[in-house]
Each structure stands twice: as structure tokens, then as C-alpha cells.
């Protein structure tokens, strides 16, 4: 993933939602394929105006939850409490 600030200000992402539900509190134990637990590695960064990040992750618990082809919103919070959907097809 790549998230870049184009604001005026410095941000910190606050919080990751998937299809409205909270990242770290929805999917506590969710696993990706071969057993590793799921992450996401967003919470916190903290974006200074300009900056690009190109080292996101978030791994999505597959496998009953989400599969090939369907859609699933990413959203990131920032600690001003702006949202920041983004909406993804699954490969």
C-alpha cells in the first residue's frame, strides 16, 4: 500500500477499519494462508507533509471472511478524525 500526505499539517493514523469494523479489535485472531496471524502495520505512523509512505501493509483474514473478487473498504483514520476510504477488489 502507499499512502501519501498531502495536507498542510503532520498526521497520525489513529486507527485502520475494514468494511467499518476496527482492524486490531475486529480481527484480534484472524490468520492469513499458512497459519500466521493477520496485521497491519499502519497504527500508529506518523506522515509529515509531503511524506510518502510506501511500506503499508494490512493483511486481510481470508479463507470464509473474504475471498477472490469481492470488495472490501480500507479506511484509515488520522488523529484529527478525518476518514480516508478506499475501496479494493480482491485478486
Known amino acids: 500500500m502507499q499512502l501519501k500526505n498531502t495536507g498542510t499539517n503532520t498526521l497520525t493514523i489513529n486507527n485502520v477499519f475494514l468494511d467499518g469494523k476496527p482492524y486490531n479489535a475486529a480481527y484480534p485472531e484472524a490468520r492469513v494462508p499458512g497459519g500466521q496471524l493477520a496485521y497491519q502495520n499502519l ?7 509531503g511524506q510518502t509512505l ?3 501493509s494490512i493483511w486481510l483474514p481470508v479463507g470464509g471472511m473474504w ?11 488520522t488523529s484529527a478524525g478525518r476518514h480516508y476510504p478506499y475501496t479494493v477488489v480482491l485478486p
Open 43 to 49: 497504527v500508529p505512523t506518523v506522515m509529515q507533509t
Open 54 to 56: 510506501t511500506s503499508g
Open 67 to 77: 475471498n477472490s473478487g469481492d470488495y472490501v473498504t480500507i479506511e484509515i483514520e
